[in-house]
C-alpha cells in the first residue's frame, strides 16, 4: 500500500500517570505497523521520552504541528500535543486530577479529529476513572461515556474481542441490579441489531450471535427466574424475523465456550461481568474492545491504567498491538469473524 493510500490511525496516550505511555514505546517498534497504516501519538512528548528511559528503547520522537504534519516515517513516533501538560509534576502510579483532565483532552481530540474525518481510526491507552471524576468530567465514567457525548449516538454497546472469542454487552456500567433490570426484549434487539450491522461492516458478512442467558441453567423454564420467557427468548425470535442470524438464549456457563469452538461468531452478554469474565479467562494478554454504534472505528486496549506498575517496564504492550492490528482490519472490512 502507497504511504498516501495508508490511513492514519491515532493512538491516545490514556493516563500520563499509568501504563500508556509506556505501552505506546513498545508497541510502535514494531515495523509492521507502519507496514498497514499512519500512526501517531495524541499525548505528550516527554511522557513518551521518559517511557524511553525506562524501558531502554529509544524511537526518535517528532512534534507535530497538526494532523497535516503527520508523515509516514517507520520507526519514528509522531505526537499531536493536544494539551499542555506539565510532566514536571508527574508522579507515576497516583490519581491525579491533571492527569484525568490530559487523558481526557487527549480523547476528545481525537475524536474530533475522527468525526471531522481527518484520520481514519482511533485506538486507546486506558484513562483512570477515578482521575476523570477528580477532573471534573462527573458524566463522564469512561471512553465510551465520552464518544456517546460527544458524537451524539443514541445507541453504543461495547464489544470485547480476543482470539476465537466475540462478545458483546447488553450493559456494562450498570450496577448488578440495575443491569438486571435493564434485560428488555426491546433493548435486546436493539443491542443485537447493533451487534449484527457492526460486525457485518467489520468483518465483511453477517455473523451468526448467541445470546446469553441471565439465570443459572437458563431459568429451568421459570423456576429460576422469567427473564428467559418474558423477554429474552422473545427478543430473539423479534430479532430473527428482522433476518438476523440469532440463537439462544443459552445458559452463561456453558455458551462461550461453544462460541470458543467455532459454534457462534460472538455472543450477546447481558451485564459486564458475564461477559469480560468469559474474555478475560480465555485470553486477557491480547483481549481488546471495540465501540459499536459510532461514526468510526475505535478500539482499545482490555486492561486498565496499572498504577500498580506504571513506570517500571513491566506493561505487557500485546493488547495495544492487537487493538492497532483489529483496527486496521475493521478499517478494511477484514476483521477476523
Not at 509516514?72 to 513516533?77: E, F, M, S, T
Amino acid at each position: 500500500m502507497s504511504p498516501a493510500m495508508q490511513p492514519r490511525l491515532a493512538i491516545t496516550m490514556g493516563d500520563p500517570a499509568g501504563v500508556g505511555a509506556e505501552i505506546c514505546v513498545k508497541t510502535l517498534i514494531r515495523p509492521e505497523v507502519y507496514a498497514q497504516a499512519q500512526p501517531f501519538v495524541i499525548g505528550d512528548i516527554a511522557c513518551l521520552r521518559l517511557a524511553m528511559d525506562q524501558t531502554g528503547i529509544q524511537l526518535p520522537l517528532r512534534k507535530m504541528t497538526d494532523i497535516d504534519d503527520l508523515q509516514l516515517q517507520a520507526g519514528v513516533i509522531q505526537v499531536l500535543e493536544a494539551y499542555a501538560f506539565d510532566a514536571g509534576q508527574l508522579v507515576m502510579g497516583a490519581v491525579s486530577p491533571d492527569c484525568g483532565h490530559a487523558a481526557v483532552q487527549y480523547f476528545e481530540s481525537a475524536v474530533n479529529l475522527a468525526l471531522a474525518s481527518q484520520i481514519q481510526g482511533l485506538v486507546t491507552c486506558p484513562i483512570n476513572k477515578e482521575a476523570v471524576h477528580a477532573a471534573g468530567y462527573v458524566g463522564d465514567i469512561g471512553h465510551q461515556e465520552i464518544l456517546a457525548r460527544m458524537t451524539g449516538a443514541g445507541l453504543t454497546a461495547t464489544l470485547l474481542m480476543t482470539q476465537g472469542l466475540k462478545v458483546a454487552h447488553l450493559s456494562t456500567h450498570k450496577s448488578l441490579a440495575e443491569a438486571v433490570a435493564f434485560v428488555r426484549r426491546p433493548v435486546l434487539v436493539e443491542k443485537l441489531q447493533l451487534t449484527h450491522d457492526s460486525l457485518s461492516r467489520w468483518c465483511g458478512r453477517p455473523p451468526k450471535i448467541a445470546v446469553a442467558a441471565l439465570n443459572p441453567h437458563g431459568g429451568e423454564g421459570g423456576m429460576l427466574g422469567r427473564e428467559e420467557i418474558d423477554e429474552i427468548a422473545p427478543a430473539v425470535a423479534e430479532a430473527r424475523t428482522l433476518g438476523l442470524d440469532v440463537v439462544g438464549p443459552y445458559p452463561a456457563d456453558s455458551v462461550f465456550y461453544r462460541a470458543v469452538n467455532g459454534e457462534f461468531d460472538a455472543v450477546l452478554a447481558l451485564y459486564h461481568d458475564q461477559g469480560h469474565i468469559a474474555i478475560k479467562m480465555h485470553n486477557f494478554a491480547d483481549s481488546i474492545t471495540a465501540t459499536m454504534g459510532i461514526p468510526f472505528i475505535r478500539t482499545s486496549v482490555d486492561h486498565g491504567t496499572a498504577f500498580d506498575i506504571a513506570g517500571k517496564n513491566l506493561a505487557n504492550a500485546d493488547s495495544l498491538s492487537q487493538a492497532i492490528d483489529a483496527a486496521i482490519a475493521m478499517m478494511n472490512g477484514k476483521l477476523v469473524s
